[in-house]
């Protein structure tokens, strides 16, 4: 089992809609969770982090966590055509006092007009 | 203006090359990352440091090395054992609250 996983996609929203994008991780232990945005060509950008469970929203974004079912989730409101982009969730394993951290392969969302 | 700058941002190997990527940081993170990312991939982490003169392989390592002689600078080479070194290569540092900061990115090419 992967670390950390996440439907590839590509997914498809009409502009406007709500984009769900769904991540579950294999470590149980794991207490720090977040979302980058990567657009083609470019480095990815933080979006949103959650540490605790239930709901963090911030903007049109809210991440949800639930650390029983080992899900994090990433929902985006009122989608806009420039949300298209690549979505990677990561999580923060800590090994022998070193923390790195481990990405998903991504979610493809496209927002279309 | 605090932030990762990686050089180059595109780079072509020849067969049999070593070729080295530097990344160098302003941001005073003690933590720092090599990252490689195929297309339509994610990130797979390559080597970290987490002080310098200190640095652990991480999933991918064979074929690549690095050194962290100054806080600031943690090039990787990319050796001509590494036999498919086609990718974006990403540097990263994490700072205190685990937040992962992202350089530029070089785009590593194999004439």
């Known amino acids: 089992q992967k670390e950390v996983e996440q439907n590839s996609g590509p997914l498809s929203v009409p502009e406007g809609a709500i984009a769900s994008l769904n991540c579950t991780y294999s470590?149980?232990?794991?207490?720090?969770f977040f979302w980058y945005r990567q657009y083609s060509g470019k480095s990815p950008e933080l979006i949103m982090s959650i540490y605790s469970n239930g709901d963090k929203e911030d903007g049109r974004f809210t991440a949800q966590l639930n650390k029983a079912s080992q899900y994090v989730s990433l929902l985006i409101r009122d989608s806009q055509p420039s949300d298209s982009a690549t979505y990677l969730c990561?999580?923060?394993?800590?090994?022998?006092?070193?923390?790195?951290?481990?990405f998903g392969q991504g979610t493809r969302l496209t927002i279309n007009p | 203006d605090g932030g990762i700058t990686q050089s180059p941002k595109y780079l072509f190997r020849k067969e049999g090359q070593n070729v080295t990527l530097s990344c160098e940081q302003n941001?005073?993170?003690?933590?720092m990352y090599w990252y490689r990312q195929d297309p339509g991939q994610g990130l797979r982490l390559i080597y970290y440091s987490q002080i310098v003169n200190d640095f652990q392989k991480g999933d991918i390592a064979e074929g690549y090395s690095v050194s962290r002689e100054k806080k600031e600078s943690f090039p990787l080479t990319v050796t001509s054992a590494q036999k498919n070194p086609t990718a974006f290569y990403l540097c990263?540092?994490?700072?205190?609250?685990?937040?992962?900061?992202f350089g530029p990115g070089t785009r590593l090419l194999v004439l």
């Open positions: 990263a540092t994490l700072d205190r609250q685990e937040t992962q900061y």
């Open positions: 990561a999580v923060i394993l800590t090994t022998q006092g070193a923390q790195k951290l481990v």
């Open positions: 941001l005073n993170h003690d933590a």
């Open positions: 470590d149980r232990v794991s207490q720090s």
